[in-house]
């Protein structure tokens, strides 16, 4: 643990004008989709700043948790998000998760980046599906899917174990089972994916805190990703509903697709020491 510790120290001193613009993209993403905050929030933080990948996938747990809260404010100001899906999916979420980072001490961080590329790809063909359902969902507000309760509390749990054990918020996985299984608007279901984000992601840190020791999380990253984070997502809030989703998801697929190729090889290299 005190390696970790000592990694996290240095990472301090390197920072990364990149992490900027980085930190506007993924909070844009959270604002226009609902989703994949973390996706990239975390190869930021190995890959950019150099943090060990335990500590990035902490760190990426409180960054989206903040920037999700404070872009889901608009939303819930007009009334938009769906409470009783919150419930639904967010409380058995919020189990799944703490369990999700539990289970992290079981694996190497290498281990976990190495599925979290996996996620990543997964999250990629979820995006390009994704876009498919948008123009039904808009068509037929409410009424496109028939609503399945019990999937929906299923999905949450499976869900959260995702954010605890690598630190993905999983709007990949909530935006399209809101709109599938909960027959929410694509409109509501970013809306309500943004609050379940920020319920499951503060669980999942304090667990991360709990076994690396606050001291391990670099608070001036954090907080600066989190303020470039926030203002991208409150733009991407006001601008989504001007935007066509099919799109802006198949465009986000196809660089989640090269990003998780990249991240996986690099990772797969690491492990066996080629």
Known sequence: MSEITAKSANNGATMNWLLFPAALVVGLSLGLLGSGGSILTVPVLVYILGQDEKIAIASSLAIVGL???????????????????????????????????????????????????????????????????????????????KPRPLWVVIEGLFVGALTG???????????????????????????????IIAMKSAVGFVKYVELLSFSAIDPVIVG??????????????????????????????????????????????????V
Not at 132 to 140: H, I, Q, S
Not at 172 to 190: E, Y
Not at 243 to 249: F, I, V, Y
Not at 261 to 267: A, E, G, K, P
Request: net charge positive.
């Open 67 to 145: 920037i999700s809260l404070f872009g889901s404010v608009p939303y819930v100001r007009d009334k938009i998000p769906d409470w009783r899906m919150v419930g639904l999916f967010g409380i058995p979420g919020i189990c799944g998760t703490y369990v999700g980072a539990w289970a992290s001490v079981l694996v190497s961080g290498e281990v976990q980046l190495m599925i979290f590329a996996l996620v990543m790809l997964i999250a990629a063909w979820f995006m390009i599906r994704s876009a498919l359902l948008v123009p039904v969902a808009e068509e037929r507000p409410g009424t496109a899917f």
């Open 165 to 195: 054990f690598v630190g993905v918020g999983g709007g990949f996985l909530i935006v399209p089972a809101l709109v599938l299984m909960g027959g929410l608007t694509m409109h509501c279901a970013i809306a309500t994916s943004l609050i």
């Open 224 to 273: 600066l990703f989190s303020l470039m984070g926030i203002a991208g997502c409150v733009l991407g809030g006001a601008i989504a509903p001007r935007l066509s989703q099919g799109r802006l998801k198949q465009g986000f697929g196809v660089v989640l697709l090269v990003m998780g190729v990249l991240i996986l090889y690099r990772t797969s290299v690491s492990i066996v020491g």
